[in-house]
């Protein structure tokens, strides 16, 4: 796969240094763990952050050339760094964020793979302002992806709303998570089973007494790890211990 964007080769050089860096198991271990199918780098949260910085210093970004980058980085991403770097890019870029199409995360989703890759794009980037500033396309794209034969997609279908709902009360946040958890609760893959428990939880902060109201009715129905996490938080505010 021939890769022609120049900042993304511009990328590749930065993260060359890192390549033999660390001890090779350590970070095969690590790969496994974050349920990657690329390699990793070895390389911290902080650096990664701050070379992200570095990279929007050195470019004037605007929609058209992000959106490019990112396409580059995700469809060509040979390590997981590269998706790494893209999900940093937005975090630092959140004006230029605000102006994305949704839609774009269904292209770049086509490329991530485990719990790690997904998440870095979906946690913690877009806030409840942009998904209520744009609800009719937020919904259609997540309704859509809580069906998609991609588990990946299936999993952002629930992570993508996880920030949203700890920050806002709104109810059509809430309505659409019960919702996706009631079209995933019977999958048995970890991405989704986590995912489930994850999005109760997140419903906790605002609507504690209709997540408990659902955890009576649905109990045999929900992954156990779902219940048992989500009932702890609600009524201890701990997820385990």
Known sequence: MKITNKIHLEILKR???YRDSGDKKTNEWVQHYLGSNKPTLGIKTGEMIKMAKEITKENNFDKKSLVKLLDSLYSK???FAEIDMAARLLGVLPKIRKELE???LNYWLNFTHGWAEDDLLCQSNFTSEEVL??????KKLLIKFSTDKNINKRRASMVLLTKALRESDDKKLSKLAFEQ???LKGEKEILITKAVSWL???LVKFHKEEVLEYLEINKESLPKIAYRETYKKATTGRKNG
């Open 15 to 17: 993260l060359e240094k």
């Open 200 to 202: 109760l939880r997140a």
């Open 102 to 104: 949704p839609d774009n």
């Open 133 to 138: 500033g744009n609800w009719n396309k937020w």
């Open 77 to 79: 991403a040979t390590t």
């Open 181 to 183: 958890v009631e079209k």
